[in-house]
């Protein structure tokens, strides 16, 4: 598992398609590999497990966002009305919890 502010080394699409091609050409074991490349073994045996199920190691498959949406196209404008939306709704809540 990876612990908080760790950096990933970042290998490019054409030294994993060598990797590769070297393995299933028989030309090196991951283990090889491993020391050839400065890879580590088990991303090695990951990217083979990956490519026999069909799956393109080569092409970034994670998903960009936390799951948060987004507010694209959003002018000055519209952040100070909703910023007014909010004043007013904040308003709302304490003269309602005064009435209790």
């Known amino acids: 598992m990876a612990s908080k502010g760790q950096k990933f080394q970042k290998v490019s699409p054409d030294v994993k398609r060598e990797i590769l091609f070297k393995y299933f050409n028989g030309e090196g074991s991951p283990r090889m590999l491993e020391r050839e490349y400065g890879v580590s073994f088990s991303t090695i045996k990951t990217w083979i497990h990956k490519t026999k199920k069909g799956i393109d190691v080569t092409i970034n498959h994670q998903k960009g966002n936390s ?18 939306i909010l004043k007013k709704y904040q308003a709302f809540l304490e003269a309602r919890q005064g009435k209790k």
């Open 67 to 84: 799951g948060r949406k987004k507010l694209k196209g959003l002018t000055l404008e519209d952040y100070k009305q909703r910023y007014e």
